[in-house]
């Protein structure tokens, strides 16, 4: 008895409410844990930086058809020679891993990458230690990207994480970084997140925790100065637009002056002091091959945007047109009856002779008016001017002259005897 009573209970109470399904959407989301950015006057290209390198990148893309695609990079060059190496070589940049939908592959993976992608979800994941020789190691690297639509929303999410980061062999040491930003649109408004904590930092040996990622510690900015160091602090926010959602975390950034740090260390005096007169002029600007040296640590991004679906409800119908009313009885014939007398007083209706009608009469001698009856004509014109011309020119060749005897002269009739 008890459990009838709770499954009745259970169907008499109401279902929830369920949103509106989500119809176009646009999804998009971005992770690196760390990207170096290299300032250098021996490489002839006229942008900076010159050279680029992000450890631990995805990237993920999702909209409506369904269109997905992700990447993944333990080490991604950038997108000028990610993407375009193979019109330049032939070949693809083979530290990455793809996928793509409808076209696939649906999945691929490497050592520490992996990318998969389908009608509903993109996903791509990154990790491993890395290392830029004399100017960072890094351990505990990971970045992860995913974008996802369900019935009731569309979510791009995206993470990065670092345990420990060492600059320029320990000059700069930063551990316990973490990005995430979320983005999520469910087709009436966008709502998102991002977020990063830092752990500390560490210059020289000396330790500077942060206790809160809002600003950087006291004292942290005035050690790094003497070393020709600038730190850029890191931010996140979350931008709505209507049904759109930008979620984007800024990474620390480390920039540092190489000629003030040479000097600092005394590296000038012996470079070009020393070695410069020994050398080339053309191999001197080896001796100082980096002009600024970029660090950036941590950086996130995820866009959502969706659409509800619209309902597929029938027009409604028209507004009944009242009828006309019909003609007063004294305008009205009053038909005649074979047989019957007229009626006292009213006249007898005239009779009208009938007019033909102007698409079932002929309206012309062929049967047909119109520009088809000319250009029939017109053809009967000009076949009989041919062939009274044909008969002209048969006179003019075969008629001949008159004969001086007097014999006929012409077509001979070989129907007649001579």
């Known amino acids: 008895m008890r459990y009838a009573l709770v499954l009745l209970l259970l169907l008499l109470s109401p279902a929830p409410a369920r949103a509106d399904d989500i119809g176009g959407f646009t999804l998009s989301a971005s992770a690196t ?34 269109i997905g695609r992700s990447v993944a990079s333990s080490l991604w060059p950038g997108a000028a020679v990610g993407t375009g190496l193979p019109q330049l070589v032939g070949f693809a940049y083979p ?41 960072l190691t890094a351990q505990g690297l990971a970045s992860s990207s995913v974008s996802t639509v369900s019935g009731a929303e569309a979510r791009s999410t995206s993470v990065s994480s ?64 003497p070393l020709g160091v600038t730190l850029t602090w890191p931010t996140a926010g979350t931008e709505l637009d209507g049904t759109s959602a930008t979620s984007t975390g800024e990474g ?8 003030v740090l040479r000097t600092k260390l005394g590296l000038g005096g012996i470079l070009d002091g020393v070695l410069a007169p020994l050398l080339p002029k053309e191999l001197v600007p080896l001796l100082n091959p980096l002009r600024k040296l970029e660090v950036v640590v ?28 019909p003609p007063p009885a004294a305008v009205a014939p009053v038909p005649e009856v074979p047989g019957s007398p007229p009626v006292a007083g009213v006249a007898p209706p005239k009779p009208v002779a009938p007019v033909a009608n102007a698409r079932t009469g002929t309206g012309s001698l062929l049967g047909f008016p119109g520009v088809p009856a000319l250009l029939v004509v017109a053809g009967l014109g000009v076949a009989a001017a041919a062939a009274f011309g044909l008969k002209s020119l048969g006179t003019f060749l075969l008629g001949g002259a008159p004969c001086p005897s007097g014999h006929p002269t012409g077509v001979p009739g070989l129907r007649v005897r001579p």
Do not use: C, W
């Open 95 to 135: 530290v990455q891993v793809n996928a793509a939908h409808p076209g696939g592959p649906a999945d691929e993976a490497k050592s520490g990458m992996k990318a998969t992608a389908g009608a509903s979800k993109a996903e791509s994941f990154a990790g491993a230690e890395q290392e830029v020789p004399f100017l």
């Open 298 to 325: 941590g950086a996130t991004e995820a866009v959502a945007n969706a659409s509800a679906t619209a309902p597929l409800t029938p027009p409604e119908a028209p507004a009944d047109v009242p009828a006309a009313p």
């Open 252 to 259: 620390l950034r480390l920039t540092v002056d190489v000629s």
């Open 162 to 225: 670092a345990q420990t980061i060492s600059v320029l062999s320990g000059l700069v040491v930063l551990s316990g970084v973490r990005f995430e930003s979320v983005a999520v649109s469910d087709g009436v408004k966008g709502s998102g997140t991002s977020t990063f904590a830092v752990g500390e930092i560490t210059v020289l040996g000396r330790k500077f925790p942060v206790p809160a990622p809002d600003a950087p510690p006291d004292g942290l900015l005035k050690a790094l100065e």
């Open 33 to 66: 844990s760390v990207s170096v950015l290299l300032t250098t006057d021996l490489l002839p290209v006229p942008a900076e930086p010159q050279g680029e390198a992000h450890l631990s990148y995805t990237r993920t893309e999702l909209g409506s058809g369904p």
